[in-house]
T-cell receptor
Framework: KAGVTQTPRYLIKTRGQQVTLSCSPI?????VSWYQQTPGQGLQFLFE???????NKGNFPGRFSGRQFSNSRSEMNVSTLELGDSALYLC????????????FGPGTRLTVT | GIQVEQSPPDLILQEGANSTLRCNFS?????LQWFHQNPWGQLINLFY???GTKQNGRLSATTVATERYSLLYISSSQTTDSGVYFC???????????????FGTGTRLQVTL
């Protein structure tokens, strides 16, 4: 069974631009979560989607948003990029309900210049 | 929110040595996972262990939920074990089924020849 996939793997953007990251969960997994990893803040939860609905949200500004499609694939969007948004963005998927083991993708490394 | 503390923050071992990594959490949890982050940033699942003991090759883990800690044992360490080890926990969120992992700050392990 294929693992969680994320695209693109690397991205360089300029301050003020916006970016969209994509995540495809493991087949059969309906919950998708997003995390941000930075050297200063560590791994922090962004949001979780299930059945195209956001079920949980972390403490991030409204510039960070996401969505989930009917095939469980998810995208996250960051608008008006700031230098501090440079990070590794990780996506995780799990079976429906909770608690279930979460499986992570390889991540998207975003650099904002 | 729940606090997750990992110790030690850094660990240097010679190949062949054994080690114990600790994870303390501040409240009851219904999910606990151990991950190894490889040099490319991907989180590799080691154990899903909200309670009890599990073993997988040279690795084993024990969670004592009533005392709010978990231990990861690495025996006969190899250079390929180097990297950062994270403990992550999940608490029930109300009566819903939303999920969110809270990560510790990690233990950076370096195994030398």
């Amino acid at each position: 069974k294929a693992g969680v996939t994320q695209t693109p793997r690397y991205l360089i953007k300029t301050r003020g631009q916006q970016v969209t990251l994509s995540c495809s969960p493991i087949s059969g997994h309906r919950s998708v979560s997003w995390y941000q990893q930075t050297p200063g803040q560590g791994l922090q939860f962004l949001f979780e989607y299930f059945s195209e609905t956001q079920r949980n949200k972390g403490n991030f500004p409204g510039r960070f948003s996401g969505r989930q499609f009917s095939n469980s694939r998810s995208e996250m969007n960051v608008s008006t990029l700031e230098l501090g948004d440079s990070a590794l963005y990780l996506c995780a998927s799990s079976l429906a309900g909770r608690p279930y083991e979460q499986y992570f993708g390889p991540g998207t490394r975003l650099t904002v210049t | 929110g729940i606090q997750v503390e990992q110790s030690p923050p850094d660990l240097i071992l010679q190949e062949g040595a054994n080690s114990t990594l600790r994870c303390n959490f501040s409240d009851s949890v219904n999910n606990l996972q151990w991950f190894h982050q490889n040099p490319w940033g991907q989180l590799i699942n080691l154990f899903y262990i909200p309670s009890g003991t599990k073993q997988n090759g040279r690795l084993s883990a024990t969670t004592v939920a009533t005392e709010r800690y978990s231990l990861l044992y690495i025996s006969s360490s190899q250079t390929t074990d180097s990297g950062v080890y994270f403990c992550a926990v999940e608490r029930p969120i109300g009566t819903g089924t939303a999920s969110k992992l809270t990560f510790g700050t990690g233990t950076r392990l370096q195994v030398t020849l």
